[in-house]
């Protein structure tokens, strides 16, 4: 049996630097009293390093064990009162449907005209979210996958930066459960929720569920908690390690991007989350109005960026996670579903084959 490949040592450097970097950025921003600082520390120095041309590295292996415990902490918010408002659930998530084809329409038509894009990548540059499906659909469908990358990549970094900024702005408050606040720190205890979890995410991983382990940690957590079975969740020096791998994997995502490239993207793509985030903001401002929910949960639930980033920020600002998990959870999955039908309606000539050449 071979023994496994020791990792290269740049990479180890770059992970070190990595570290590094996202710490000192997180302890700044925290000091400074900024929103969302492990989170959005992290990914800003990540950014700026990978842009300047430093190796950043940060282990994808990490990814599904971080998802997971940022399930279990998303699951400890179920409490009764939460329970008591779900009747209202299926207005808000009717409205975060139907905010969908809005918000991609006014998209593409935005790219096409600023950037020149073909169909098809405006199309694939427009959805919110679902970053990793949409880039898989988008290199099926020939579709330039490297600008759609791109363009999401920006979008959920400016809406990490800019969300708390306003629902701040926007008078919203958040604070913690107090039902949440007095769960305690029991080992035995939060070493059931993790199994529960576990198993639940690899059930949902067998069923090919978006973010399994998060979703399952969620779960497993929430139907623990919900019963009463479980009073204990995650010290919160790990909740703010997790939040801090995750916010410099979002940052490395601009490894490999050059000034001139990002240059040439960054107005267009700004310009595109600005109208994306204006109108899921306005919605959510309506729907919120119409069902009671604080405007600040309604901004982050209806939010055009990825479930994972999305939800943690939401944790960071003590808004209810599996109110705005859920939320981004169904956008996701009625996208996953419903994504290649309208591509196959909307572009009929992806699916014909290519016209024979006259000649030798």
Do not use: N
Not at 3 to 20: M, Q
Not at 114 to 131: K, Q, Y
Not at 155 to 161: D, E, K, P, Q, Y
Not at 300 to 317: D, I, K, R, S
Request: with cysteine; aromatic share 6%; hydrophobic share 55%.
């Amino acid at each position: 049996m071979p023994l496994p490949a020791l990792p290269d040592r740049r990479d180890v450097i770059g992970w070190g630097v990595t570290v590094a970097a996202s710490l000192l950025a997180a302890v700044g921003f925290d000091v400074l009293a900024l929103p969302a600082a492990w989170v959005s520390g992290p990914m800003l120095a990540t950014a700026a390093l990978a842009l300047g041309g430093v190796r950043v590295v940060m282990p994808q292996q990490l990814r599904q064990p971080v998802l997971l415990l940022l399930g279990v902490a998303m699951g400890a918010s179920v409490t009764p009162d939460v329970v008591s408002q779900l009747p209202r659930w299926p207005w808000t998530l009717l409205g975060v449907i139907l905010t969908l084809p809005l918000v991609m329409t006014a998209l593409m038509g935005y790219y096409r005209k600023l950037t020149g894009a073909d169909r098809i990548t405006a199309f694939m540059a427009s959805v919110p979210g679902s970053l990793g499906f949409v880039l898989a659909l988008a290199i099926e469908v020939k579709a330039d996958a490297r600008q759609v990358a791109l363009v999401h990549a920006v979008r959920l970094f400016l809406l990490v930066l800019i969300l708390p900024v306003v629902v701040t702005l926007g008078g919203a408050t958040a604070t913690v459960s107090p039902v949440v606040a007095q769960l305690s720190h029991d080992p035995l205890q939060i070493a059931l929720l993790l199994a529960a979890s576990l198993a639940v995410g690899g059930v949902l991983h067998l069923c090919r569920m978006p973010s399994a382990l998060m979703v399952g940690g969620m779960v497993g957590s929430a139907v623990l908690h919900g019963t009463g079975i479980s009073h204990a969740t995650l010290p919160q020096p790990v909740l703010s390690v997790c939040l801090l791998v995750l916010g410099a994997m979002i940052g490395t995502r601009f490894a490999g991007t050059t000034l001139r490239q990002l240059g040439q993207m960054l107005p267009t793509a700004v310009g595109g989350t600005l109208i994306a985030a204006a109108l899921a903001t306005g919605l959510a401002a309506i729907v919120g109005a119409m069902t009671g929910f604080s405007f600040g949960q309604m901004v982050m639930a209806y939010a055009p960026g990825g479930l994972e980033a999305m939800v943690f920020v939401a944790m960071a600002l003590g808004y209810d996670p599996a109110f705005v998990g859920s939320h981004h959870l169904a956008r996701m999955l009625f996208t996953a579903f419903t994504l290649p039908l309208v591509v196959k309606v909307m572009f009929p000539e992806l699916g014909r084959p290519a016209p024979e050449k006259d000649g030798p």
